[in-house]
């Protein structure tokens, strides 16, 4: 018999046994404290929870309750420990044994209109501004761009979580490549305001 917990991860309660909740909050503290001169550390480290929260409902599903240790060994595989992850910034690769997949998300982050044309272009690799002239010319061309563009604005999901925008550029959702995407944003974000003042 083992005691387990009522945790709330990224706005999911999960239950945990006690062991695996003690090796979990470890391990966030060792993210917390790797990360702690990061300008951006409290959004990372949300980041890095909502992934462990997606890893965990996908491991769950509808068979288990309860997060074991197991699980958490699990996590950590797939996102990489804290004391194996680089400081250096060019040094962006997966630590993963797990296959790297390519989701069609629309992107928030650089739409115009709904984040179709900017989704597909991260899924293909490509500039988006190809894709707009494309759905450009296929509205003057007399064929239906507009009912394609709403077709797959209803039919795409938006790209929410960083996991999400990871997966969109076919990148695997790991402790480093999250870090560096929310450095990217922060940097963004950054370049946007200095721009505009």
């Known amino acids: 018999m083992k005691k387990t917990l009522t ?65 958490i060994d699990f996590i950590i595989g797939t996102l990489g420990s804290p004391d194996v992850i680089s400081d250096d910034e060019g040094d962006n690769y997966a630590r993963s044994e797990g296959k790297t997949y390519r989701r069609m998300y629309r992107d928030p982050d650089n739409r115009v209109i709904g984040g179709v044309c900017s989704g597909l272009a991260a899924y293909w690799n490509i500039d988006p501004v190809i894709l707009r002239v494309i759905f450009i010319i296929l509205v003057f061309a007399g064929f239906s761009g507009v009912l394609i563009y709403i077709i797959l604005w209803i039919v795409m999901p938006e790209a929410h979580t960083t996991a999400q925008k990871l997966e969109m550029r076919g990148e695997q959702a790991t402790v480093e490549n999250i870090k560096n995407y929310v450095k990217e944003e922060f940097e963004r974000v950054k370049k946007n305001i200095k721009d505009k003042l």
């Open 7 to 71: 945790i709330n991860l990224s706005g999911t309660v999960f239950n945990i046994d006690d062991d695996a909740y003690a090796k979990l909050k470890s391990y966030i503290e060792a993210l917390e404290h790797k990360f702690r001169q990061e300008p951006d550390v409290q959004e990372l480290i949300n980041d890095i929870e909502a992934r462990i929260a997606e890893l965990f409902n996908e491991r769950l599903g509808a068979k288990r309750q309860v997060v074991t240790l197991a699980d």
